[in-house]
């Protein structure tokens, strides 16, 4: 499964980040998914407990915030949710447009105790 690979390269990334920083505990990881990024928020939420089991984030809290999957039109310059709006402008009805955020699959902050 896609996810659980993301899931595990991301802990193994805040692990290491952890051990750089001298972090011994860390109370939450805050993830930001793009609604365009293909990746499924629930499968990472789903995949999760099983990975840090064993590992220092075992006790860690995960926090994922959605980013909106927002286009511009090159049409009009209408700014619209492109899943919304069925990869269309709202406006002029194009599908002439360019992707301004939503593509992300990032983590945003590690909250330490
Ligand atoms: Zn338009």
């Known amino acids: ?15 290491d980040f952890a051990i750089d920083n001298r972090l011994t505990k860390i109370d939450t990881l805050v993830l930001q998914i793009g609604e ?6 629930r499968y990472i939420e789903a995949c ?3 990975v840090v089991e064993g590992t220092s984030l075992q006790e860690t809290k995960l926090k994922i915030e959605i980013v909106p999957g927002n286009a ?5 310059n ?5 899943l919304q709006n069925d990869f269309a402008c709202p406006d002029c009805g194009r599908n002439d ?16 105790c």
């Open 1 to 15: 499964m896609h996810e659980l690979n993301i899931v595990a390269h991301i802990v193994k990334t805040v692990e």
């Open 36 to 41: 365009l990024s293909g990746v499924i928020p």
């Open 48 to 50: 999760y407990p099983a």
């Open 72 to 76: 511009f039109c090159k049409e009009c």
């Open 78 to 82: 209408k700014v619209f949710n492109l």
């Open 97 to 112: 447009w360019e992707i301004l955020c939503g593509k992300e699959l990032m983590i945003k902050e590690v909250i330490a």
